[in-house]
């Protein structure tokens, strides 16, 4: 088949996929026909088939791209630029994360003192494996920095091995705990072991590829020199096996601390119960300070004695800062920095005592203030550049300084140190791109009105000088869910889709997110969900009315939600767009919640086994709603080793969208991608390539034209 508007690219005839038409169950009274189940299948020859058959065909096409090489080739060069995290005082040293530039995963490196010219490197995730699969998940420096424990995770699984290394000659102790899944590695303060959270055994050898549901989790004590067969059970709730908990130590090791999630909603439980004397930790004594599931988040903070100090979104949609009395129990929380009605408070912590930082989202464009931790009252604001994102923020409350960074659209990355004794500002580190002048590029942004009139902000970034005529190839981006805020980031590969093909990057910030607090996530999740799609489109549209360019130099991309984002607006308005990226999406909406960690988003799109939100839930579902029309060019990709969103939501959707449009005039493709997980540690090379095969297939459906 051949793409009518760029008649130079062609497609095979999409692979032959059995509809099993037997396969239909009733839900609420509705008959809903699922043919593609036995997709779900993972280790099934027929999936295996389908994968290769998926794969052949989309490599095929993407071969005939002549300039993706070139593309591949910038864009490696856009990513070879240094990069450093924020440094922690651990011990009598520092340490930081930092990349050459093409390293698969940054290295971490030690120093003596902040102006040490010889850091040396302490820990190489490089060396795990030959490709970079192997990637650091989470860690963690016990109390006085001798001890290092860090989890494992292999082909970007969620699944996680949990290593220490002795701090002082590098070795790895004999202690490894197995099938930890969404866990911190949390010290208690004399050193002895760490509490971690882990799930049931699974029977599987090749982690990541199976489906099963992820209920019961395990929060655990697990002690130096002993076996995990002898680890101590502290927390876990078999009448509701959904919830999952964390335990950790308060600042000053006299207290516990037990936060119990039963979803991606910002709630949990909090239970604290002082520290045993006999480190006894299979019975402690809870205090139930939260015990209702639905009353709101609270993070711990510090605590001096008995009164502990919170961020919390309880009766404060934006969140602000609270306090809490275990020996005024009656008194209940109290206000110590009231919520700000125009600013979302993203994060915090202390620093030197009694320093309250505070970061603050306004207008999806960041903030850092001071505050007393003892009065609340607020002291100074940190300096930065307008419009950039706070990307890292560490220090703590026996330290006299604290270390912040930030980027923004047009720049890769600042690190500050700041003093909290003289109150000095100074730059530690700082990344820049050779060959790249962000001069040349401007950033801005605007707001437009969406379906129902609601005001959205996206940003536009792009080459100065651009001609507003509606020609512009142009990258529209959206992830709109779970109250995750989307602000100002460098990204190699805008800038290069940018630089070279005169391109314009837009991201659009509408409902369901969190840029402006619980009230905005709400007006997006559950029985609103509509309102991002509707959002989404409407950015597109603005595009075009402004003369940024025209419905058929649009392209449209996002990941995970985003993904179903993707998914649902090109069944909805499919002539909004000329290119559709979907990245490992949600698209079965009435079975995602069956697999591994899919029953915690019901809190953002409602439960498929209650009527009601079946009934809403149905009319977007992508697989559910695909219909034989004229798709824009569509790209599912999905990933092997993805149990986060499992890869059969991009098979069924893919193998629906084909069967529905067996001769479509523009390519509806599946890409696959193999030791490949939902994206978090994903090595640098394969960032680039999967990076290149979403532009090369972008710019073949789009009419973007490469330029030197």
Not at 235 to 244: A, E, I, L, S
Not at 380 to 408: C, D, I, Q
């Amino acid at each position: 088949m051949t793409n009518a508007a760029t008649a130079s690219y062609t497609w095979g005839k999409y692979p032959a996929v059995r509809r099993d038409e037997a396969c239909v169950e009733t839900l609420h009274g509705v008959a809903v026909a699922d043919p593609y189940r036995w997709l779900e299948d993972p280790d099934s020859e027929e999936t295996k088939q389908f994968v290769e058959a998926q794969a052949d065909l989309t490599q095929a096409y993407l071969a005939q791209y002549p300039d993706k090489a070139k593309f591949e080739a910038k864009l490696t060069d856009m990513f070879n630029y240094e990069r450093y995290s924020t440094p922690s005082r651990e011990g009598n040293a520092y340490y930081y994360w930092y990349n050459s530039g093409l390293l698969n995963q940054s290295v971490l490196y030690r120093i003596a003192s902040l102006d040490d010219p010889n850091p040396t490197v302490f820990f190489d995730p490089n060396k795990l494996s030959d490709d970079g699969t192997v990637a650091l998940s989470t860690y963690a420096f016990s109390e006085n920095g001798k001890y290092f424990g860090y989890a494992l995770s292999k082909s970007g699984s969620d699944w996680v091995s949990i290593h220490v290394k002795s701090v002082a000659d590098g070795t790895d102790l004999n202690d490894v705990v197995e099938y930890a899944k969404f866990t911190s590695v949390s010290w208690t303060k004399d050193e002895a072991g760490f509490f971690y959270t882990r799930y049931p055994k699974v029977d599987k050898s090749d982690l990541g590829t199976e489906t099963d549901a992820n209920l019961n989790a395990q929060t655990m004590y697990h002690k130096l020199g002993t076996a995990q067969a002898d680890d101590v059970l502290v927390y876990h709730d078999p009448d509701h096996p959904k919830f999952r908990g964390s335990v950790f130590p308060s600042d000053d090791g006299k207290y516990l601390l037990l936060t119990v999630s039963a979803s991606t909603a910002r709630k949990n439980l909090l239970w604290i119960a002082p520290h045993p004397n006999d480190n006894n930790y299979a019975a402690l004594q809870w205090t139930k300070v939260v015990d209702d599931i639905n009353m709101g988040s609270f993070g711990y903070l510090a605590n001096d004695g008995p009164k502990f100090y919170f961020k919390s979104n309880w009766e404060a949609p934006k969140s602000r800062i609270i306090t809490y009395d275990l020996s005024r129990p009656d008194a209940g929380f109290t206000v110590l920095v009231a919520e700000d009605k125009d600013a979302t408070l993203s994060s915090a912590m202390v620093s030197d005592n009694d320093k309250l930082v505070l970061v603050y989202m306004r207008n999806v464009m960041d903030e850092i203030h001071v505050h007393s931790l003892a009065t609340g009252e607020h002291v100074r604001r940190l300096p930065l550049p307008p419009a950039v994102s706070v990307t890292g923020l560490s220090g703590e409350r026996k330290h006299n300084e604290l270390f912040y960074s930030f980027s923004s659209f047009l720049s890769p990355g600042t690190v500050m140190r700041f003093d909290c004794t003289t109150s000095d500002v100074d730059r530690f580190k700082r990344s820049e791109v050779a060959g790249f002048d962000p001069d040349a590029f401007e950033a801005s942004q605007h707001w437009y009105a969406s379906k129902d009139g609601t005001k959205i902000p996206m940003f536009i970034v792009h080459r100065k000088g651009i001609s507003l005529d509606g020609s512009n190839p142009t990258f529209l981006y959206g992830y709109m869910g779970f109250n995750i805020s989307i602000g100002p980031a460098f990204s190699p590969s805008w800038v290069t889709f940018m630089a070279h093909y005169n391109g314009v990057v837009v991201v659009a910030n509408g409902r369901g997110g969190g840029e402006f607090g619980e009230e905005w996530h709400e007006a997006g999740m559950l029985h609103q969900k509509q309102h991002c799609f509707d959002d989404f489109q409407a950015a597109a549209k603005e595009l075009v009315k402004r003369g940024y360019t025209s419905h058929s130099r649009i392209a449209i991309n996002g990941g995970s939600n985003g993904g179903l984002l993707v998914g649902a607006c090109v069944n909805q308005a499919p002539e909004l767009f000329g290119a559709a990226v979907a990245e490992v999406g949600v698209m079965d909406m009435l079975r995602f919640h069956k697999f591994t960690i899919g029953h915690a988003w019901i809190a953002d799109y409602g439960n498929p086994d209650v009527a009601e939100d079946f009934e809403y839930i149905r009319k977007y579902s992508p697989v559910h709603n695909t219909t034989t029309q004229d798709y824009p060019a569509t790209l599912i990709m999905t990933s092997d080793h993805d149990d986060r969103v499992v890869p059969l939501h991009s098979f069924k959707y893919g193998a629906a969208l084909q069967h529905a449009n067996p001769n479509s005039t523009r390519p509806l493709l599946i890409e696959i991608e193999r030791k490949a997980g939902h994206g978090a540690g994903k090595p640098t090379k394969k960032r680039i390539e999967s990076a290149a095969n979403k532009f090369a297939f972008i710019a073949m459906n789009i009419g973007a034209q490469w330029h030197d």
